[in-house]
């Protein structure tokens, strides 16, 4: 069954930069979309960023043209990377899988990632902090 583990969280500076890690094991990670949400203090949690099974990818508005998703499959791993932080980052970030079949695979690159719903997601990782403060 697969499991996902988030890295490289921390604190970091307004314009500073950060890249995330999500680690998979016990299946294969290639054929899942993964996405990147994130939960700020009072805040529903919403997600940035989705890199479907084929490589295509979206970002929400609030983080296009600063974060950047990748993906290793060899190395079981999806990352974040996250420049010109700004406080308004400050989250709990998750990466979150969806599987071969789901519909996620679609929606992943032709819907708002925003609108994309948690409950499409069958896998999440335990999240890490990201805090941007001077």
């Known amino acids: 069954q697969l499991q996902l583990v988030e890295s490289g969280g921390g604190l970091v500076q307004p314009g500073g930069s950060l890249r995330l890690s999500c680690g998979a094991s016990?299946?294969?990670?290639?054929?899942?979309?993964i996405a990147w949400f994130r939960q700020a203090p009072g805040r529903e949690r919403e997600a940035v960023s989705c890199?479907?099974?084929?490589?295509?990818?979206n970002y929400a508005d609030s983080v296009k043209g600063r974060f950047t998703i990748s993906r290793d499959d060899a190395l079981m791993t999806v990352y974040l990377q996250m420049n010109n932080l700004t406080p308004e980052d400050t989250a709990v970030y998750y990466c979150?899988?969806?599987?071969?079949?789901?519909?996620?695979?679609?929606?992943?690159?032709?819907?708002?990632?925003?609108?994309?719903?948690?409950?499409?997601?069958?896998?999440w990782g335990q999240g890490t902090q990201v805090t941007v403060s001077s």
């Open positions: 890199m479907n099974s084929g490589g295509g990818f």
């Open positions: 016990g299946s294969t990670l290639g054929r899942n979309a």
């Open positions: 979150a899988a969806a599987g071969p079949h789901s519909h996620v695979q679609a929606s992943c690159v032709i819907s708002p990632v925003i609108s994309l719903p948690e409950r499409d997601f069958a896998t």
